[in-house]
C-alpha cells in the first residue's frame, strides 16, 4: 500500500531527540520529501514494524502522527502549490 505519513513532534526539553529518532526510523522505510512529511510504498509487515517501532519514541500526550493510507500511488492526485522538491523522482 502507498503511505503518507506526517508527524508533529513538540519541541521541549526531549523534543529533538525525540524527532530524531522517529526522523531516522521513517527514513529506513520511507522517502523524505518535505520536513515531517514522509512517503512510500509498504508492506503490512513493514507498516506494522514501522508503527511499533515509532509508538516506543512517540510521547502520546505531546506528539502526534498521521498515517494515510491508499491501495497504490497512483490513486493518489498529488499537485506542488509553490516550490516543487523533486527528492522523490531521483530513483532509477
Not at 512510500?40 to 519514541?57: C, I, P, V, W, Y
Amino acid at each position: 500500500m502507498y503511505i503518507i505519513l506526517v508527524y508533529d513532534i513538540v519541541m521541549d526539553e526531549a523534543g529533538p531527540k525525540v524527532l530524531r529518532k522517529v526522523f531516522k526510523e521513517c527514513k529506513k522505510y520511507l522517502v523524505h520529501i518535505q520536513n515531517s512529511v514522509f512517503e512510500g510504498e509498504l508492506s503490512d509487515a513493514q507498516l506494522f514494524k514501522l508503527e511499533m517501532t515509532l509508538k516506543k519514541f512517540l510521547r502520546k500526550d505531546r506528539d502526534s502522527l498521521i498515517v494515510f493510507k491508499t491501495r497504490n500511488e497512483k490513486w493518489l492526485d498529488k499537485e506542488f502549490w509553490g516550490k516543487e522538491d523533486d527528492a522523490t523522482s531521483n530513483f532509477i
